[in-house]
Structure formats: C-alpha cells, structure tokens
C-alpha cells in the first residue's frame, strides 16, 4: 500500500469548484480545496467512517493520505477491475464533484470578481 494517492482533476471538478467559489465569493484555489475535501470526506466516511483526511491541492492535482481502510478498498478494487488506485479515487472524487451545490444559490449580481482577492 502507498502513503498517499495523487491524480489530476478532470473538467467536470474544475467546474464544480468554480461554481462553488463563485457563489461562495471563494477564490478558485480555496474553492479547489473545498471541493476535494468534501470528496474525499465523502468517500473516507463511507469506507471507514473517518471524520477527517489528509490531503494537498497544488493546481489540478490532488494528493490524498487515504486510510489504511480506503487504501485496502482502492487495492481491492484495482485488483478486480484492473485500474490503478489513483484512477480509482479520481473516479469516485469525480461522482462526488458536484455534492453540495445549491442549485438555489447564486453569486450577487453586486459581488466583487475573485480573480482580484
């Protein structure tokens, strides 16, 4: 088993994210980090019930300390499906990319851009 997990996130997250720090008032980088950890909280809590995680974003990568549960899991299913652990976790961060968004929610119309924070 590895220390960590890392992939690249895909279009689908990027966009995500963007529209959470949108309506948030977020800049991309925090909203990036606030998207992967409600993933990976998402899915460490459904494999071994942890309440936190350990992971880093630098741009489009995401690396994850998984558990000893979830690297067991990921192992598991690598071995019957023939996929490498961090395709695996790309895959199950991706379906839960979108968790959270409020379709309700929008940016005010008088919020200043991020870019500029």
Do not use: C
């Not at 690396?63 to 996929?83: M, N």
């Not at 959270?100 to 929610?105: A, G, H, I, N, Q």
């Amino acid at each position: 088993m590895t220390d960590h997990i890392a992939f690249e996130v895909d279009d689908r997250f990027r966009a995500a994210a963007e529209e959470w720090g949108d309506s948030r008032l977020m800049d991309f980088e925090d909203a990036m980090e606030s998207k992967a950890e409600q993933a990976l909280l998402e899915i460490e809590h459904l494999v071994s019930d942890a309440t936190e995680v350990e992971f880093a974003v630098e741009g489009a990568t995401v690396r994850h300390y998984p558990s000893d549960e979830l690297a067991a899991f990921l192992e598991r299913q690598a071995g019957e499906t023939g996929l490498d652990e961090s395709t695996l976790l790309k895959l199950h961060v991706d379906l839960f990319a979108r968790v959270f968004l409020d379709e309700d929610t929008q940016r005010p119309p008088n919020a200043p851009p991020t870019d500029d924070f």
